[in-house]
């Protein structure tokens, strides 16, 4: 069987600031605790799991705003997914020790919006709804931005919006670049006017277009990630959708059917950019390995990883929406 492993895959560089800064913090006994992440550090529960273990307590709800509500003393981590300015605000009046694990990339968002609202401009959003990210990006100015998921939200646009003279259109840092610009093509037919700066991130870009041009071909391409990872599960699509080639997601290699390997010759596997090297390096030793002829078994991972519960243990996560997609 051949083995095509998709370069690059993994962990992007905002993932891994947002994970050293929290090892940092759990490490550091100067760092006053309780220690908090609001919302999930980076969607996968590896990942959220290793900070557990580490004495990091995980908060998850409906909203970063609502999340923060259970805090009332010790440190906060802000996730690479950012949070709203509101969110900033309660945890300074509150007197926590807060520390920003905002990817750049997200950042830069925030600040392209704050300066287009600050010039007159009404900003469509392009993102997914019940997504962190949107939720701080559009919490910079709720009344002067719009959240757009598909071609239908633009056909109920507040009347503000649709007599905007200045109109600019931005996006989430982890979507379909291929999605994306068809629904950038719909806005700019409607609103010739409008101002675009597309802000899919250069690392999710990279990853979507190995898919695209090296799982060509391909009996079947694995993608590595959580469920909740919206970049992950945009992999999957792009791998089916662009490069035509049947594709799975599964978490780990426990996750992994040998059943789906059968008959294959051609594998391509890759993995969202909060997925963890090692478990990645799992499944591809397994498919490499893996004999047609025999009853093969996924193992599963050495160490903690390998006996997460099949929940991620955060509080409150009962209250959490359904899907929620990052990273």
């Known amino acids: ?63 970063r705003a609502s999340i923060l509500e259970q805090v009332t003393e010790g440190t906060v981590i802000f996730t690479a997914h950012g949070v709203s300015p509101l969110v900033k605000r309660r945890a300074a009046e509150r007197g ?26 009404k900003v469509l959003y392009i993102g997914k709804k019940g997504h962190p990210e949107p939720e ?14 598909t071609e239908s939200d633009l056909d109920t646009l507040p009347a503000a919006f649709l007599a905007a003279e200045k109109l600019a259109v931005t996006t989430q840092t982890t979507l379909s670049q291929w999605d994306t610009q068809r629904l950038v093509n719909t806005i700019q037919a409607r609103y010739p006017q409008v101002v675009v700066q597309n802000e899919i991130c250069r690392a999710t870009q990279l990853r979507q277009e190995a898919i695209a041009s090296q799982a060509r071909g391909a009996d079947l391409t694995i993608v590595v990630g959580d469920p909740r990872s919206n970049n992950t599960n945009r992999l999957v699509q792009v791998a089916e959708e662009i490069a035509h080639s049947p594709a799975i997601r599964v978490q780990r290699l426990k996750d992994l059917d040998p059943a789906a390997l059968r008959g294959k010759h051609r594998v391509a596997v890759t993995s969202g950019a909060s997925t963890p090297s090692q478990i990645t390096r799992e499944v591809i030793q397994f498919v490499e390995g893996f004999d047609k002829g025999a009853e093969a078994t996924p193992q599963p991972l050495a160490g903690p990883a390998a006996d997460a519960p099949g929940a991620t243990p955060v509080r409150g996560e009962g209250t959490a929406p359904s899907a929620h997609p990052r990273d």
């Open 136 to 149: 701080g990006v559009v919490g910079e100015a709720p009344d002067d931005v719009y959240l757009v998921e």
């Open 96 to 121: 926590l020790h807060v520390i920003d694990a905002t990817c750049p990339d997200v950042t830069k968002t925030h600040d392209i919006v704050r300066a287009w609202v600050a010039q007159g401009y």
């Open 1 to 63: 069987m051949e083995v095509i492993k998709v370069t690059p895959r993994g962990y992007c560089y905002g993932v891994v600031d947002a994970m050293k800064l929290a090892r940092k913090a759990a490490q550091d006994p100067s760092t006053p605790r309780p220690i908090y992440i609001i919302g999930l550090i980076v969607h996968n529960r590896f990942a959220v799991q290793e900070l557990s273990d580490m004495g990091v307590i995980t908060l998850d709800g409906p909203d």
